[in-house]
C-alpha cells in the first residue's frame, strides 16, 4: 500500500531564482540611501586629498612629477594611493562604478514603485470604511451642511469631487492636484540624469584646446582625422577699464570643415559660438603676439614665417640720461641685449654726448632691482655706476637716473634657427611697435613694425602686433541631460512642496458632517479645515480655533 507524501514537503523546495535577490537589493531604499552616503564620502576624499591638475593628466612624465612633489606629505602612502586613484576620485573606475549602480538602483526602486503610485493618483479609493472617520489622525466633526452646498464648495476650491449614496448617508470624495504626487518620481529620474549626464560626459566628452593669434588657423583634430576641423582666428579683441581691468574678450571666428567654411561668428566667455555639436568657447586672451617672416635672399624662399605669443616678459630698466649742463640726452627703455651671469643691459650710444655706455639691471635681494652701468671707453679708472631704483648717479660725466623696472613681452626658444631665440617688444624711436631679436654668438636685430630689414643674407620682417585667444572646442552629449534634470529636479521639488496633494472623504448625514484626510508630509490640515468651515458657513471646530 502505497504512502502519501506530505504535502508541506513537498512544498519546501530550495528557490533557484538567482535573480529575485538582487532584485530585491536594486528596490532596497536603505541600499541606495547607502550608496548615496559612500559616493558623498568619496565625494569628500576627492575634495580633502589633492587631485591630479587637469594640465597634467595623461602625460606619465608629468603626472610623476606632480606625485613626487606631494611625497612631502603622504610620505610612503603615496604610491598606494596613487594605485587606488585616490589622487583621481572622479575619474577611478570604482567611483565610476559607484555611480552605475546608483543609477541602476534608483531607476529599479522608481518603477518597482510606479504601479501603487500610478493607481494612487488615477484610481484612489473613493470610499472609505466608516471606522476611517472615528480613528484617522486628520479628522473632524462639521454641523450638518446641504450636499449640494459641500460639493460646490469645494469644486470651487479647485477639488475634484465625486460622490455616491449609501445606507441613507452621502459620501463625497474630494481630490487635489493628485498628479502632484508624481513629483517625487520627477525628482528621482532627475537625480538619475544627473548620474547619467556625468557618466556621459566621462565616457564619450571631448575638449580640444587652441592657442591661436590673429590671421592664423589650427586644427581641431589630429591631421589624419577625416572630419577634420580647422579655426581662423579673424580678430582677438579685449577691452579693459582706465584701472586696467578686463571688461570684455570675444574673439571673431571662422570654422573650415575639410577646407570649405561652414560657419563664421563671434564667441565669448557666456556665448560660445556652435557647430556641428560641437562649441567653440572663450577662455583666454593674450594682448601680445607678434608676426614675423624671414626670407633667404639668396634663393628667394621663405625660411620662417609665423604668429607667436609673447608670454613671457623680460625685464629692461627705463633710464633717463642727462648731460653736465642737466639738458636731457636720451630717456627711454633699454631693452637688453647682452646677458651675463649677473646682469643683463645693452650698449648705448647717448645722443649729443659721443658717448657709449653699457646699462643694464641685477637683482638686489627677492623683489629689488639695481642698476649696473660703465663706460667701456673710460677703461679701468672709468669705474662703475650702482644705484637703486629711483635714485641717479654720476658716469663719465653723464648723469645716470634708474626711473623704474619694465618688464617688455618677450619670447624664449620661438623657432628660428638651432639656438635658443629671444624675442622682446619694445618701441622705436618714432613711438611705434618694435621686435627685437637676440640670438646666441650673433647681434641683436632691431626690426621696426612694417619695414624689412637685411642682416646676413635674409630679410627679416616684423608685420606687426598679433593677439591671441585661447579657445576651447567642447563636444558634449551629458551636458543636456544636466541641464534636462536640473530644469525636472526643479520641478518636482515645486510639485512636492508648493502644490500639495489634498485628499477629503466626507460623510454627510442630517446630524453632521464628518471629515478625514491622510497624513500630509506638507501637513496643513488643521488651516485647510479653518478655510473650508469659514466657506461653507460652518462653525469652526473647537479644537482648531484654540490653535488660531
Known amino acids: 500500500m502505497a504512502t502519501a507524501r506530505p504535502l508541506a514537503a513537498r512544498a519546501r523546495r530550495p528557490s533557484l531564482d538567482i535573480f529575485q535577490p538582487i532584485y530585491r537589493l536594486l528596490t532596497s531604499v536603505r541600499v541606495a540611501v547607502l550608496f548615496i552616503a559612500v559616493l558623498a564620502l568619496l565625494g569628500l576624499l576627492g575634495v580633502a586629498i589633492p587631485q591630479v591638475p587637469a594640465a597634467v593628466r595623461g602625460n606619465p612624465v608629468a603626472t610623476q612629477q606632480w606625485l ?25 573606475k570604482w567611483f565610476l562604478f559607484a555611480l552605475g549602480w546608483l543609477v541602476v538602483n534608483v531607476t529599479t526602486c522608481t518603477f518597482n514603485r510606479w504601479s501603487p503610485t500610478f493607481r494612487n493618483v488615477f484610481k484612489p479609493p473613493e470610499r472609505v470604511p466608516d471606522t476611517f472617520f472615528e480613528r484617522a489622525h486628520n479628522r473632524t466633526t462639521f454641523a450638518p451642511v446641504p450636499v449640494a452646498t459641500a460639493e460646490s464648495t469645494l469644486r470651487r476650491a479647485r477639488f475634484k469631487v465625486r460622490r455616491r449614496e449609501e445606507n441613507g448617508a452621502m459620501y463625497l470624495f474630494a481630490d487635489r492636484y493628485p498628479w502632484a504626487q508624481l513629483g517625487t518620481f520627477v525628482s528621482h529620474l532627475a537625480l538619475v540624469l544627473f548620474i547619467s549626464g556625468g557618466l556621459i560626459t566621462r565616457l564619450t566628452a571631448f575638449e580640444a584646446p587652441l592657442f591661436a593669434g590673429e590671421g592664423t588657423t589650427s586644427p581641431v583634430f589630429a591631421v589624419s582625422n577625416p572630419n577634420q576641423l580647422q579655426v581662423r582666428i579673424d580678430e582677438a579683441i579685449g577691452r579693459f577699464s582706465s584701472q586696467g581691468g578686463p ?30 555639436g560641437y562649441r567653440f568657447h572663450q577662455v583666454a586672451y593674450q594682448p601680445w603676439g607678434a608676426e614675423l617672416k624671414i626670407r633667404d635672399l639668396t634663393t628667394g624662399n621663405t625660411v620662417f614665417r609665423e604668429t607667436f605669443a609673447l608670454q613671457d616678459t623680460t625685464a629692461a630698466p627705463s633710464v633717463t640720461v642727462s648731460g653736465a649742463s642737466g639738458q636731457t640726452l636720451l630717456a627711454d627703455v633699454i631693452p637688453p641685449t647682452d646677458f651675463l651671469p649677473t646682469a643683463s643691459g645693452a650698449l648705448v650710444t647717448v645722443p649729443g654726448s659721443g658717448r657709449t655706455i653699457w646699462v643694464g639691471i641685477t637683482p638686489k635681494g627677492a623683489k629689488a632691482w639695481q642698476l649696473v652701468a660703465f663706460d667701456p671707453q673710460a677703461g679701468a679708472q672709468g669705474g662703475e655706476l650702482r644705484v637703486d631704483e629711483g635714485a641717479s648717479g654720476s658716469l663719465s660725466g653723464l648723469r645716470v637716473r634708474f626711473d623704474k623696472v619694465t618688464l617688455l613681452p618677450s619670447s624664449l626658444g620661438f623657432g628660428v634657427g638651432g639656438d635658443q631665440e629671444l624675442a622682446e617688444l619694445t618701441t622705436g624711436p618714432d613711438g611705434q611697435p618694435a621686435l627685437t631679436l637676440i640670438a646666441r654668438n650673433q647681434p641683436a636685430i632691431a626690426l621696426a613694425a612694417g619695414q624689412p630689414t637685411t642682416v646676413g643674407g635674409y630679410e627679416y620682417t616684423f608685420a606687426g602686433i598679433r593677439h591671441f585667444s585661447g579657445i576651447a572646442v567642447k563636444k558634449d552629449y551629458g551636458a543636456t541631460f544636466i541641464w534636462v534634470a536640473t530644469a525636472m529636479l526643479l520641478s518636482g521639488l515645486a510639485l512636492t512642496f508648493y502644490v500639495p496633494r489634498r485628499r477629503l472623504w466626507l460623510k454627510l448625514t442630517d446630524e453632521r458632517t464628518q471629515i478625514a484626510a491622510l497624513t500630509e508630509k506638507s501637513g496643513g490640515f488643521e488651516k485647510d479645515m479653518r478655510n473650508l468651515a469659514t466657506r461653507l ?12
Not at 537 to 548: D, K, L, S
Open 68 to 92: 613626487d612633489g606631494e611625497r612631502s606629505m603622504f610620505g610612503p602612502l603615496t604610491d598606494p594611493m596613487q594605485r587606488l586613484g585616490l589622487f583621481d576620485v572622479f575619474r577611478a
Open 247 to 276: 571688461i570684455d574678450y570675444r574673439t571673431r571666428l571662422t570654422i573650415f570643415k575639410n577646407g570649405k567654411q561652414v560657419a563664421s561668428g563671434v564667441t565669448t566667455v557666456n556665448k560660445p559660438l556652435k557647430y556641428g
Open 537 to 548: 458657513g460652518v462653525p469652526v471646530p473647537r479644537e482648531f480655533e484654540e490653535e488660531r
